[in-house]
């Protein structure tokens, strides 16, 4: 069974990403920013096939954390960015963790192995691994 890791896989489109995965067999892995919170994940454990999904800690700014998090997945899915209505500083609250998460997001996929694919913004991409570090990732490939 191949597993995807989905990053946000708990929020309102990563919900509906992780119910499709579930639905076709695969093993997810959700991030979850604030695990001790369980009754923000409580409607993951009704989807179907939510035996096969587990919930992990992860803060995509932590460059560690998401390759630990990413270790062993065959898919890797960002569909998370920092939702808040009321913040104190705009650019410390939601740009910077959404610009420093995804550079983080892309080394991550470019240096794990495990991964085959990927997808952020909803554009699929298959990685390409090569000597020559311009070729990195080929034309967008959907499944």
């Known amino acids: 069974m191949k597993k995807v890791g989905i990053i946000g896989g708990a929020g309102f489109i990563g919900s509906y990403v992780t119910q499709q995965f579930l639905k076709n067999g695969y093993r997810v892995k959700v991030s979850a920013t604030d695990i001790s919170n369980q009754e923000k994940y409580t409607h993951l454990s009704a989807l179907k096939n939510a035996e096969n999904m587990e919930l992990a800690p992860l803060d995509v700014q932590h460059l560690g954390q998401l390759k630990a998090f990413a270790a062993g997945c065959d898919i890797l899915v960002h569909c998370g960015t920092p939702f808040q209505l009321e913040v104190e500083d705009p650019q410390r609250d939601l740009l910077d963790p959404t610009i420093k998460g995804t550079e983080n997001f892309l080394r991550v996929v470019s240096e794990t192995l495990t991964v085959k694919r990927w997808c952020s913004s909803l554009r699929w991409r298959r990685t390409i691994r090569t000597s ?12």
């Open 132 to 143: 020559n570090v311009g070729a990195g990732f080929a034309p967008a490939m959907y499944t």
